[in-house]
């Protein structure tokens, strides 16, 4: 039977005795003959040796000592191994994704810019080979076809013979074109197609067998030759010139919407200079009001279209115009419908710099005292060119004391302007000068202290500011001008709105047979 007190016994005398055992120190190991025992004991003593191990002394200390050898062992044998470790930079290469036989390698080279190089008109005609024999002379072709471009203020003849044409077959083409057209009235940059035929011998310029080219804009004008001479063949092409109108709600902008309705920019700026040199746009003219624009505008049969000036402005409000503006006269001036011209200021600035110094009191730069500065001074470098305020009679014109070189002008209105210390006089006394002549140039002539323009205004013979004065002009039709001015403006509101963009039939005269676009790029060649 077993005894529960002699358990209890021994398990307290084995708790006694493991109460007595003696602890275990740090260097004391306890035998435990399993593999996990045995690898944690070992992991102890790693652990206590590298804590006691000097692995990196400190090397300012002891400088010489086994101590500091040994650090600096340490340190060297390190950074050896992190130069060894360090990553290169060369490239990586990976593996193909086809693979390349010399067959694939020859069809890569043809594809290259290679071949080019050495003669071949593109990768897949090679160039020539020692296999390859010249040929004495190379066949001409039987028709070589060019663009030639007029340029400014060039000759037809010279841009012929540039072009390969004979003398005498460029003279006697450049004299045809000028009985139908004159050459100054042709644009510059008019591309002209010439067709060139089989030269008679090796020395000879090649004849031209056609000739084309758009001369205006309703002409087409063609040479051809027809039983061995050479004809001129005006060709006139139908155009449309009814005027484009446009009309529509002004909105929160007046330029968007004009441009939404189909008004070209460059009309839409015009109508928004005119109509704002009469009325404050922003102001004056409100979403609901209407604008009425009308454009020239001319359409060829055979597609192309010709923006011109803006004709009339106008703005609608409650189905009466507030403001009507024509074109009229050879000065291209907007009237209102009674006749009466655009506002124009008649004053201008002298130069175009900016004023240095006012009209008033100041102290003189150079005599050193306050006196009355009795005119604008305006900033200029020397020889600016100095430009009369508007029209008028020079009633003096020389050297005038501290003004040096002073010119003065009579305006009407019992106004008068001067314009001292200039370098130069270019008018003379009793000249009659217009507005925005040059009168001279910029100078530092008299009492001034730097190149500048001293700008006076008198009134009935009285300095005043100049600044206070601004001159209008306003231009007025009468008697039969007036008549045809009122005519000229009934047709234009006649006009209806996208009248000008109604379906054009084509002209079938001027129709040509569909040019293949691979035909004309490989064919054509330009001459510069």
């Known amino acids: 039977m077993f005894d529960e007190r ?46 006691h191990a000097d692995l990196a002394p400190d090397l300012s200390r002891d400088i010489g000592s086994k101590r500091w050898l040994r650090g600096m062992a340490t340190l060297v044998g390190l950074s050896a191994v992190a130069i060894a470790a360090f990553p290169g930079f060369s490239p990586v290469e990976a593996a193909p994704a086809m693979r390349i036989d010399d067959s694939v390698r020859d069809e890569f080279r043809s594809q290259m810019i290679m071949p080019l190089a050495l003669g071949a008109d593109s990768g897949r005609r090679m160039g020539a080979t020692l296999a390859v024999t010249t040929l004495t002379s190379a066949p001409e072709r039987p028709r070589l076809d060019l663009v030639a471009t007029l340029a400014q203020g060039d000759g037809f003849d010279r841009m012929l013979r540039r072009a390969g044409v004979g003398q005498d077959e460029a003279s006697l083409i450049a004299q045809m074109i000028e009985r139908a057209v004159p050459v100054d009235q042709i644009a510059p940059g008019t591309q002209v197609d010439i067709t060139l035929g089989r030269r008679t011998s090796t020395d000879a310029p090649r004849p031209v067998d056609a000739l084309s080219f758009r001369a205006r804009f309703d002409l087409q004008l063609a040479v051809e030759r027809q039983g061995g001479r050479l004809v001129l063949d005006p060709r006139p092409i139908k155009v449309d010139a009814t005027p484009l109108r446009i009309r529509g709600k002004v909105g929160p902008s007046l330029y968007r919407a004009a441009r939404a309705a189909g008004a070209p920019p460059s009309s839409v700026q015009q109508f ?75 004053l201008i600035q002298p130069v175009p710099g900016a004023i240095s110094s006012r009209f008033g009191m100041r102290r003189h730069p150079i005599l050193g005292y306050r006196r009355m500065h009795s005119g604008l001074d305006f900033r200029a470098s020397s020889g600016t060119p100095i430009y009369a305020a508007t029209n008028g009679v020079v009633n003096f014109a020389g050297r005038n004391g501290g003004y040096g070189n002073f010119v003065r002008i009579r305006h009407p209105g019992n106004l008068s302007t001067g314009y001292a210390h200039m370098s130069r006089i270019a008018v003379s006394n009793g000249q009659n000068v217009r507005r925005g002549q040059v009168i001279g140039y910029v100078g530092s002539t008299g009492l001034s202290t730097g190149p500048h323009l001293h700008y006076e205004m008198y009134r009935d013979g009285q300095k005043i500011d100049p600044a206070s004065v601004r001159f209008v002009n306003r231009a007025q039709i009468s008697g039969a001008d007036l008549a045809n001015f009122r005519e000229q403006l009934l047709r234009l509101q006649l006009v209806r709105p996208g009248a000008a963009l109604a379906s054009l039939a084509p002209d079938t005269a001027a129709s040509e047979e569909p040019v293949r676009e691979i035909d004309r790029i490989e064919n054509r060649q330009r001459v510069q």
């Not at 021994?10 to 035998?31: D, F, L, M, Y």
């Not at 200079?273 to 055979?302: C, H, K, L, P």
Request: avoid cysteine; hydrophobic fraction near 35%; charged fraction near 30%.
């Open 272 to 346: 928004l200079r005119t109509i704002g040199q009469q009325y404050d746009i922003d102001r004056e003219i409100g979403a609901e009001d209407e604008f009425d624009m009308i454009v020239d505008y001319r359409r060829a049969a055979t597609g192309e279209v010709e923006v011109g000036d803006l004709v009339y402005a106008a703005v609608i409000r409650g189905d009466r115009p507030r403001v009507q503006l024509m074109r009229w006269g050879r000065e291209g001036r907007f009237y209102d419908a009674a006749g009466e011209g655009e506002l124009r200021e008649g």
């Open 6 to 51: 002699a358990g209890a016994g021994q398990e307290g005398h084995g708790g006694h005795a493991a109460s007595r055992a003696p602890q275990a120190g740090p260097g004391h190991v306890s035998r435990d003959p399993s593999l996990t025992g045995r690898l944690g004991a070992w992991r102890r003593r790693a652990g206590h040796a590298l804590a």
